[in-house]
Every structure is written in C-alpha cells, then in structure tokens.
C-alpha cells in the first residue's frame, strides 16, 4: 500500500511538471516595436558592409547598400516618416562605394567609407 501512495505522488508530480512545461511553451515572447526589427536587419547589413569594403568586394558591397536602401526604406514605413530616416547618408555612402572600385580610389576611400557607415549607424542608435 506505501508503495500505491508513492507511485500516486509520483505521478502528480509529473502532470504537475508537464502541465507547467506546457504552459511555458505556450507564453510567447514579448512583442518588438515593428521598427526594432528594421533597425536590427540594418545593423548586421552594415556589419557585413563593412567586412566587405574592409576585403576589397565592392562590387558584393554594392548589392548590400542596396538591401540596406530596402531596409531603410521600410524603417521610413513604419515610422510612417521621411524626416526620421533622411536617406542622404545613404546615398553619399553608396556614391563613395562606387567610386571604390577604382582600385587607385579604394585604399583612400575605405576610412572615409568606414566612418560614413559609422555615421549611419549613429543615426540608428538615436532611432531606438
């Protein structure tokens, strides 16, 4: 009979473990503001920019201001703004890139380029 209580214990414990298990994964994450999403893809866009004008592959950093100009774009979207998110870092960012590839250009421009991604990267940061 001690054995019958035991087991019975036993098997309340473990509904009871499962039961909370269950309900943990059913509680969902907090929900972002819709612009932190754009301003995190903008983030690692930049990163990988960065990386890529650091190597020498402007014309792959081309097609990343690019994905970065879509991005913004949606950030003006959801800001419901063009003010917030004025593009004109954007575009001297993208001219300086294009002119890197004259490979005379490059090696002068990249500290000029780095320091422009800098810029827009502090630009994000005050978004937030």
């Given amino acids: 009979m001690a054995f019958k209580g035991i087991s019975v214990v036993r098997a309340c414990i473990i509904v009871l473990a499962l039961l909370i ?3 943990l994964l059913r509680r969902q994450a907090p ?3 819709p612009k932190t999403h754009h301003i995190i893809a903008i ?3 930049l990163h990988k920019l960065r990386g890529e004008c650091v190597t020498g592959q402007i014309d792959v950093a081309q ?3 690019e994905d970065v ?3 913004w774009e949606y950030l003006d979207v959801v800001l419901r703004t ?3 998110c004025s593009s004109d870092s ?3 960012l993208d001219s300086l890139v294009t002119l890197m590839l004259n490979k005379d250009e490059s090696k002068r421009l990249l500290p000029i ?3 422009k991604i800098n810029i827009v990267n502090n630009r994000l940061d005050k978004l937030h």
């Fill in 21 to 23: 298990f269950s309900l």
């Fill in 31 to 33: 929900t972002r503001h």
């Fill in 43 to 45: 983030n690692k866009l």
């Fill in 63 to 65: 097609n990343t201001i």
């Fill in 69 to 71: 100009r879509q991005e």
């Fill in 82 to 84: 063009q003010a917030a």
């Fill in 90 to 92: 954007l575009q001297a």
């Fill in 113 to 115: 380029v780095l320091a």
